[in-house]
T-cell receptor
Framework: AQKITQTQPGMFVQEKEAVTLDCTYD???????LFWYKQPSSGEMIFLIY????DQQNATEGRYSLNFQKARKSANLVISASQLGDSAMYFC??????????????WGAGTKLIIKP | NAGVTQTPKFQVLKTGQSMTLQCAQD?????MSWYRQDPGMGLRLIHY???????DQGEVPNGYNVSRSTTEDFPLRLLSAAPSQTSVYFC?????????????FGPGTRLTVT
């Protein structure tokens, strides 16, 4: 079974609109962490935001926020006021177990986001 | 800091050739890993290391070898290249500390095997 599922292969969004990128995960471990990375057309992987399974509040980093719904096992990335520079591939990834015992990340297949002017 | 560096950026190999992809980081990170990225798929872990002298296999280790003689360097060796190894390869490192251990990525190596 897929551990990380990103159901939107591609999305078109008008500039300045908010966009939500979906990510669902599957784990039986009570301790885990969820990451979002951005990959622009230039190819580098850029860390955006992190949510720990025991974090009480949803993570926010500037225009990025994470809509974490633990019972539904979803960790959607929300980008507010989208910009042309947000056009990129976006990947959701999960680390299972305590952070000190497991460094490995499991990755989703990604969502290609295109911002229209 | 240069961060994570990878060489070469592009490489074309013939089937059966061997080569080493270089990865270095100057952040004194304990954890380093190699991933491959194929179209339509997320990154898949090839090998990883939690410190000098310690390496382990990831999800797709066949056809690849690694070693970690220093904290800074983590080369990936292709023993006998096959067309199925055509991919983009990323090296990443992580600091063992803080709360989240986010991984820092190199710019990638695009490998084509003909």
């Amino acid at each position: 079974a897929q551990k990380i599922t990103q159901t939107q292969p591609g999305m078109f969004v008008q500039e300045k609109e908010a966009v939500t990128l979906d990510c669902t995960y599957d784990t039986s471990d009570p301790s885990y962490g969820l990451f979002w990375y951005k990959q622009p057309s230039s190819g580098e992987m850029i860390f955006l935001i992190y949510q720990g399974s025991y974090d009480q509040q949803n993570a926010t980093e500037g225009r990025y926020s994470l809509n974490f719904q633990k019972a539904r096992k979803s960790a959607n990335l929300v980008i507010s006021a989208s910009q042309l520079g947000d056009s990129a591939m976006y990947f959701c990834a999960m680390r299972e177990g305590w952070v000190d015992s497991n460094y490995q990340l499991i990755w989703g297949a990604g969502t290609k986001l295109i911002i229209k002017p | 800091n240069a961060g994570v560096t990878q060489t070469p950026k592009f490489q074309v190999l013939k089937t059966g050739q061997s080569m080493t992809l270089q990865c270095a980081q100057d952040m004194n990170h304990e954890y380093m890993s190699w991933y491959r990225q194929d179209p339509g798929m997320g990154l898949r872990l090839i090998h990883y290391s939690v410190g000098a002298g310690i390496t382990d296999q990831g999800e797709v280790p066949n056809g690849y070898n690694v070693s970690r003689s220093t904290t800074e360097d983590f080369p990936l060796r292709l023993l006998s290249a096959a067309p199925s190894q055509t991919s983009v390869y990323f090296c990443a490192s992580s600091y063992r500390g803080g709360r989240i251990y986010e991984q820092y990525f190199g710019p990638g190596t695009r490998l084509t095997v003909t």
